[in-house]
Nanobody, 124 residues
Framework: QVQLVESGGGLVQTGGFLRLSCVVS????????MGWFRQAPGKEREFVAA????????YYRTSVKGRFTISRDNAKNTVYLLMTSLKPEDTATYYC?????????????????WGQGTQVAVSS
């Protein structure tokens, strides 16, 4: 059974940074493209970033480009999301997800496994 566990969320001021981590167990990590999604209160979950299993392909939603960086360490079965220059509108629960689709999928339907989420709050 594949399990994903996120960590690293918290409360930060505008302009601050956080690094989220997601450890994957129970599967072959290098088989998966990995993604981060987020869901703000009262809103639908949205795509944030994705990284291919080869680490060569990255994809970001427009609003986080230049501020967020997704990376992975296949030896540690871990994917990261470094978030800098945080804004109040980045406040959300952040989920990592694993996909068997090649490339950098950006739709929920393409992801097969999900973590429970970690909360990020950015104060103004």
């Amino acid at each position: 059974q594949v399990q994903l566990v996120e960590s690293g969320g918290g409360l930060v001021q505008t302009g601050g940074f956080l690094r989220l981590s997601c450890v994957v167990s129970g599967g072959t990590f290098s088989d998966y493209a990995m993604g981060w999604f987020r869901q703000a209160p009262g809103k639908e979950r949205e795509f944030v970033a994705a990284i291919s299993w080869t680490e060569l392909n990255l994809y970001y939603r427009t609003s986080v480009k230049g501020r967020f960086t997704i990376s992975r360490d296949n030896a540690k079965n871990t994917v990261y999301l470094l978030m800098t220059s945080l804004k109040p509108e980045d406040t959300a629960t952040y989920y990592c997800a694993a996909s068997l689709v090649r490339g950098t999928p950006n739709e929920e339907k393409d992801y097969h496994y999900w973590g429970q989420g970690t909360q990020v709050a950015v104060s103004s």
